[in-house]
């Protein structure tokens, strides 16, 4: 977990730990808009996901892009 918060990819603002976290918010929402039948472009899911991607990136430049 310590590599993983402090890594990066190449290319990437976020680091390994904030990837794989974002990917976990994505699938478990995904699953649960799949479940209501509320896959549309725009729905509250998606809304959420972008804004956990900003506040991410956001919190990423406040650091300094520290690796």
Do not use: V
């Given at each position: 977990m310590g590599f993983a918060g402090l890594a990066r990819r190449p290319g990437s603002?976020?680091?390994?730990?904030?990837?794989?976290?974002?990917?976990?918010?994505?699938?478990?929402?995904?699953?649960?808009?799949?479940?209501?039948?509320?896959?549309?472009?725009?729905?509250?899911?998606?809304?959420?996901?972008?804004q956990l991607t900003e506040q991410a990136e956001a919190e990423q430049a406040e650091s300094g892009g520290k690796s």
């Open positions: 603002e976020l680091s390994l730990l904030m990837e794989l976290q974002l990917g976990w918010e994505e699938l478990r929402y995904r699953r649960l808009s799949l479940r209501r039948g509320a896959r549309r472009a725009g729905s509250p899911d998606e809304e959420y996901l972008r």
